[in-house]
């Protein structure tokens, strides 16, 4: 098995975020795992601008960093992301559930972390707590 692929919602760049979130250290881990080359983590640009309404510099700091790739909000994930909108789904999940959803790059989906797993049930991805 290669290298898994994951992606961060805004929970989880949150928690990243914050050395003080109880959930930072969980988190951490899957960043140093990808520093060594044995994972990719993705953050959705979407999902990090709304974390960043919540917790100032996110979007930033997510950004700077060097093992974490900023998914683009490009116009596929825009459709996805107006159909979820009008499902119920929040600002916050759409392009989460986007990133992580089966595509052409990622046959199999991409798993999604996430503290609030619950969220994502019914959206056909793979939503994992990083406690799991």
Not at 10 to 22: G, I, N, V
Not at 27 to 43: D, E, K, N
Not at 88 to 98: D, N, P
């Amino acid at each position: 098995m290669g290298p898994i692929a994951v992606v961060l919602d805004h929970t989880t760049a949150a928690a990243l975020h914050d050395p003080k979130d109880p959930y930072n250290e969980a988190v951490a881990a899957f960043y140093v795992q990808a520093s060594g080359g044995l994972g990719t983590l993705y953050a959705p640009v979407l999902s990090l601008t709304v974390g960043d309404s919540e917790h100032s510099g996110l979007l930033a700091y997510i950004h700077g960093l060097r093992f974490i790739t900023i998914e683009p909000f490009d116009t596929e994930a825009a459709l996805t992301a107006a159909a979820l909108l009008h499902a119920g789904y929040s600002w916050a999940a759409v392009h989460a559930i986007h990133a992580a959803r089966p595509s052409a790059d990622f046959p199999a989906g991409r798993f999604l972390l996430t503290l609030t797993p619950e969220l994502y049930e019914e959206t056909g991805v793979q939503a994992v707590h990083p406690d799991q």
